[in-house]
């Protein structure tokens, strides 16, 4: 991971713009779990690669994750990430946009130097895949019909995708068997759905009183999260009529985040979505059945864990 994040540093730097190390310094050295390039060094340790180009492959998966995040703040109108302004807050949406873009360049470049078009397929059809996501998000969202169906697909492709190609590369850099492949690949698309869903709660308060986190961002941005869809199936005439108002329509005013959240809890939507994100937990550790005895392995259904130990 040391050597992950030197290569990021390096590969950040512009001779001719200095706005996109500052850009992308903003949001790179705020933290986050590092959790994608995590996986790309887990799964090629744990298949027996002994080269150097899981560090960028795994620093390409990171790119890729902070491009995506300039752009969604951009097109969320968000304010903070990470516990911090976000970039298009302290710089401007021109900035967010151009250098999400040109992390998405250096992410190409990063991946092609592991010589490997079978990896590179995988990247790029992730990278394609995570923008079809947002866009159909940007569809689904406030559309009161919304299924759960839909929302997987969503949930698939914005967070997902890459999760997926992170533990697939790395399983083939290290030549893995295609069972081996194909678990890994399970594995990652299992974990970011879990993964997905925690954040959906955490966002209404989760299941405590006391997360320690802000809540109430996705009804405020009129988002149709998994607690909400599943609300909305229970939904009576007086609480469609308030969903009609707060998300279909966005008139939203004091009072309404509580009132949503109380219905949620009414209906046990919240403890019904925990129950999805436990069941995708257990999807993802049986996935990892193929490969290696390795201690690795151990440690990545700890992170399945890990995903939904907020919430139990």
Excluded at 85 to 107: C, E, I, M, Q
Excluded at 119 to 134: D, Q
Excluded at 193 to 200: G, H, K, N, R, Y
Excluded at 202 to 213: C, R
Aim: charged fraction near 25%; include cysteine; hydrophobic fraction near 45%.
């Amino acid at each position: 991971m040391a050597a992950v994040n030197d290569l990021i540093r390096e590969r950040m730097a512009s001779r001719h713009a200095p706005r996109i190390p500052e850009v992308t310094a903003h949001l790179v050295e705020a933290g986050g779990k590092r959790l994608r390039p995590m996986l790309v060094l887990a799964a090629a340790r744990m298949c027996g690669y002994d080269g150097p180009y899981h560090v960028h492959l795994a620093a390409t998966v990171e790119f890729i994750h902070t491009a995506t995040l300039l752009h969604d703040d951009v097109v969320d109108e968000s304010e903070r990430r990470r516990g911090r302004p976000t970039a298009n807050l302290l710089w401007d949406n021109k900035s967010s946009v151009l250098v999400g873009d040109y992390l998405f360049a250096r992410s190409f470049q990063l991946m092609v130097e592991a010589d490997r078009i079978d990896v590179l397929g995988v990247l790029a059809n992730a990278s394609a895949t995570i923008a079809e996501g947002e866009v159909l998000q940007l569809t689904a969202a406030q559309d009161l019909s919304t299924t759960e169906d839909v929302y997987l697909q969503v949930v698939r492709g914005k967070t997902a995708a890459l999760f997926g190609a992170a533990t697939e590369v790395g399983g083939m850099i290290a030549g893995a068997t295609e069972a081996q492949q194909a678990g890994l690949r399970d594995y990652g698309d299992a974990l970011g759905i879990a993964f997905q869903i925690v954040d959906d709660l955490l966002d209404y308060g989760g299941i405590a009183e006391t997360i320690g986190k802000n809540t109430g961002d996705d009804f405020r941005e009129r988002k149709l999260t998994l607690p909400l869809i599943k609300a909305l199936a229970k939904a009576d005439a007086e609480e469609m009529a308030f969903w009609t108002r707060t998300i279909a329509m966005g008139e939203q005013q004091d009072g309404d985040l509580e009132q949503a959240q109380g219905i949620l809890k009414r209906h046990g939507a919240l403890v019904a979505a925990r129950d999805d994100a436990l069941a995708w937990v257990e999807h993802a550790k049986a996935a990892l059945a193929p490969l290696p005895d390795h201690e690795l392995r151990g440690m990545l259904m700890d992170v399945a864990d890990y995903v939904v130990a907020r919430i139990r």
